[in-house]
């Protein structure tokens, strides 16, 4: 079995959590969903434990791993023998020998010519705050014991046995993209042309996100700003499938409008035969404090005496 980790210093819980369960439904009775120190059975729950795990962490510094992403994969080759049971089965083994102590995400995937699993493993151990590290000798013992345990309990899957070791056995986002960079050209040149329709055809940014994740495609943020879509593992920026900053920020132009309508007017209104002392706030305004003139606050007064 292969093994790949991938470590985010961005909190994209949403992102991921998205990617990993696309269509699939998390609920308890769910036989392709793996998930380990988690209730939620909705994305919101799921990604809310995260968060809610995340902010028991007593060390912060800004090159800090937030999540891991995780892939496990077997060999093209034997796709038709390996059923969801044994691909799940292996992927708890996997949980198992890296440590319960984390939070955990997962599901089948069989969108690509081999099936694999994804994992969403957060940095710190259920809520106590402490980080997880795994040295590479570590990764590399576990590796190992995944394999004996793949081979003694799966053996007629020959394909998939790998010489684990010979390999880098942990790379960041960054270096792994750096080296995909012929295969990032190729993903996107096959939905440049997709999403720049969906843009076309979406009246607000909101609509554009929505139509992306009908069709399976799923956005990323960063600093709390959709600025691309996933695939697979590659990150693609709106800007990079032709679609300019300028259009982006004119298609948000109607939902800034909208925004603008729903404040409501704090500025006094005055009043043509009304003197320089005399301001009537709206009405409609909370914790406003009315000021009126005193000689006609006077005249009131002596009205209600009559």
């Not at 990617?19 to 988690?38: L, M, W």
């Not at 409008?257 to 035969?273: G, S």
């Amino acid at each position: 079995m292969f093994v790949k980790i991938l470590s985010r210093k961005n909190p994209s819980f949403k992102q991921l959590a998205e990617y990993i369960i696309k269509d699939k439904v998390p609920g308890n009775k769910a036989k392709d969903i793996i998930k380990h120190n988690i209730k939620g059975n909705t994305i919101d729950a799921i990604v809310k434990e995260f968060e809610r795990n995340e902010s028991f962490r007593k060390i912060h510094r800004s090159d800090s791993i937030k999540i891991f992403h995780e892939i496990l994969s077997l060999s093209s080759n034997e796709e038709g023998y390996i059923s969801d049971e044994v691909i799940v089965d292996l992927t708890k083994k996997y949980i198992e020998l890296r440590g319960f102590k984390n939070v955990y995400l997962g599901a089948v995937h069989r969108d690509q010519s081999h099936v694999h699993s994804h994992l969403m493993v957060s940095a710190l151990e259920y809520f106590t705050g402490k980080s997880v590290h795994i040295t590479k000798s570590q990764l590399q013992d576990i590796k190992l014991e995944l394999q004996k345990y793949h081979t003694l309990t799966y053996p007629e899957l020959t394909e998939s046995i790998c010489n684990h070791g010979l390999g880098k056995s942990w790379v960041t986002d960054r270096k792994y993209y750096e080296k995909n960079k012929h295969e990032r050209a190729r993903t996107k040149d096959s939905v440049q042309e997709k999403v720049k329709e969906l843009f076309n055809q979406s009246k607000t940014f909101e609509d554009f996100l929505s139509s992306l994740r009908e069709n399976g495609l799923h956005h990323y943020e960063r600093g709390g700003n959709p600025t691309g879509i996933m695939v697979d593992e590659t990150k693609i920026r709106f800007t990079r499938l032709g679609i300019t900053k300028e259009e982006i920020e004119q298609l948000k132009q109607p939902e800034i409008k909208q925004e603008e309508k729903t404040i409501p007017n704090t500025e006094p209104i005055k009043l043509k035969n009304m003197k320089p002392t005399e301001i009537n706030y709206p009405i409609d305004t909370e914790d406003t404090l009315y000021n009126f003139p005193i000689d006609s606050l006077i005249k009131y007064q002596n009205t209600e005496n009559l």
